[in-house]
T-cell receptor, first 115, second 114 residues
């Protein structure tokens, strides 16, 4: 079975500062990894995903994440945040084998960007 | 814009009522999901349907009853709910059950049980 731990429940940051949201996962098999964003009163939107290949994945809105297999991590980064990036961010994992599993989500990290 | 539509957006119901949540996708996806999102808790997977067959049911109380009449529609029938069932209920779809291409989520139904 897989599990996801998002290490920070809240991350406050000033506008134009860099940010890193941390995610660690646990799995006995190969995995797919995802980051989703949720704005208030909306569903989840896919930011980026790692399926295979290059460990540095670029997504929408200037976000990127790096898959580190040895540390079982998939941290999300953005070099310069905007007020509009204020939202809830979820890391998720699923197994990549043929049987497949539904996505398992972390508890989320609230990113608050202030001016 | 989301390709998954959920109705209603908000629902208030009493503990003795019966209501249904609806989810519709026209993305050609073959798998659909119900998740429950409560404050301060991870998203909880409730049900998974693949090609209209239920393939997962994660110990959800029987007061929640899913229905998938075709690959484009998913319902969640509710009856005799409890106040702790108040939450945001999210529907999602994916091309295949493996979900490797990610899920598309609806905007959710905010349910309040009084």
């Amino acid at each position: 079975a897989q599990s996801v731990t998002q290490l920070d429940s809240q991350v406050p940051v000033f506008e134009e500062a860099p940010v890193e949201l941390r995610c660690n996962y646990s799995s006995s098999v190969s995995v797919y990894l995802f980051w989703y964003v949720q704005y208030p009163n909306q569903g989840l939107q896919l930011l980026l995903k790692y399926l295979s290949g290059s460990t540095l994945v670029k997504g929408i809105n200037g976000f990127e994440a790096e898959f580190n297999k040895s540390q079982t991590s998939f941290h999300l980064r953005k070099p310069s945040v905007h007020i509009s990036d204020t939202a809830e961010y979820f890391c998720a994992v699923s197994s990549s084998n043929q049987a497949g599993t539904a996505l398992i989500f972390g508890k989320g990290t609230t990113l608050s960007v202030s001016s | 814009e989301t390709g998954v539509t959920q109705t209603p957006r908000h629902l208030v119901m009493g503990m003795t009522n019966k209501k249904s949540l609806k989810c519709e996708q026209h993305l050609g996806h073959n798998a659909m999901y119900w998740y429950k999102q409560s404050a301060k808790k991870p998203l909880e997977l409730m049900f998974v349907y693949s090609l209209e067959e239920r393939v997962e049911n994660n110990s959800v109380p029987s007061r929640f009853s899913p229905e998938c009449p075709n690959s484009s529609h998913l319902f969640l029938h509710l009856h005799t709910l409890q106040p702790e069932d108040s939450a945001l209920y999210l529907c999602a779809s994916s091309q295949t059950r493996q979900g490797g291409l990610g899920y598309t989520f609806g905007s959710g139904t905010r349910l309040t049980v009084v």
